[in-house]
């Protein structure tokens, strides 16, 4: 069964700085992993698939990467609205599995 | 807009089963695929089960032998079924579905009902 390892568990970031958010997969997923944001008390929000493709309506300062087995998620000047958990998610193989999610707090 | 919302009781007894539904509004039921998703308090998410518009189903295997997912296409809903439940099934039940294909990426979904096994 398919492992997603997110790191940090945890990240303390200054609003405007940058942060990168890691997520690997156990075997290949090629490039079938999304990323969500989830605030307290609301669900997922699906920002990134298809490894780096943006949803529409996501800005710009969210990037995805990666392909295979190692993938990243980059926020650039992190805003206010943008300390959240993010979770990774493989929807290549059976079952369908999420990382255990990266925190984003303010330094 | 595609809108989702989960219904059913919040508190469910030590070996009952747990009854879900998810009401779609906004869109059809077809031809999509349509998922059960749960996140016990504090931590993070797992998928339960798929049910794909026509019926065919499909659980994950950890849960398989007390999940069962059904649709009422008439009515634009689809129901969870988690029978046998113990206190590590407390969790939010999300209803999703996926953006394309099967497993996901899950675009849209439904507020979340907490749902607590307790005596």
């Known amino acids: 069964e398919m492992v997603m390892a997110q790191s940090p568990a945890t990240l303390s970031v200054s609003p405007g700085e940058g942060a990168t958010l890691s997520c690997r997969a156990s075997q290949t997923v090629f490039i079938n992993l999304a990323w969500y944001q989830q605030k307290p008390g609301q669900a997922p929000r699906l920002l990134i698939y298809?490894?780096?493709t943006r949803l529409s309506g996501i800005p710009a300062r969210f990037s995805g990467s990666g392909s295979g087995t190692e993938f990243t998620l980059s926020i650039s000047g992190l805003q206010t609205e943008d300390f959240a958990v993010y979770y990774c998610q493989q929807y290549h193989t059976w079952p369908p599995a999420f990382g255990q999610g990266t925190t984003v707090q303010v330094k | 807009q595609v809108q989702l919302q989960e219904s059913g009781p919040g508190l469910v007894k030590p070996s009952e089963t747990l009854s879900l539904t998810c009401t779609v509004s906004g869109g059809s039921i077809n031809p999509y695929y349509w998922s059960w998703i749960r996140q016990p308090p504090g931590k993070g998410l797992e998928w339960i089960g798929y049910l794909y518009y026509s019926g065919s189903t499909n659980y994950n295997p950890s849960l398989e032998s007390r999940v069962t997912i059904s649709v009422d296409t008439s009515k634009n809903q689809f129901s969870l079924n988690l029978s046998s439940v113990t206190a590590a099934d407390t969790a939010v039940y999300y209803c999703?579905?996926?953006?394309?294909?099967?497993?996901?990426?899950?675009?849209?979904w439904g507020q979340g009902t907490l749902v607590t096994v307790s005596s």
């Open positions: 298809g490894a780096s």
């Open positions: 999703a579905r996926s953006f394309y294909g099967d497993f996901g990426p899950y675009h849209y």
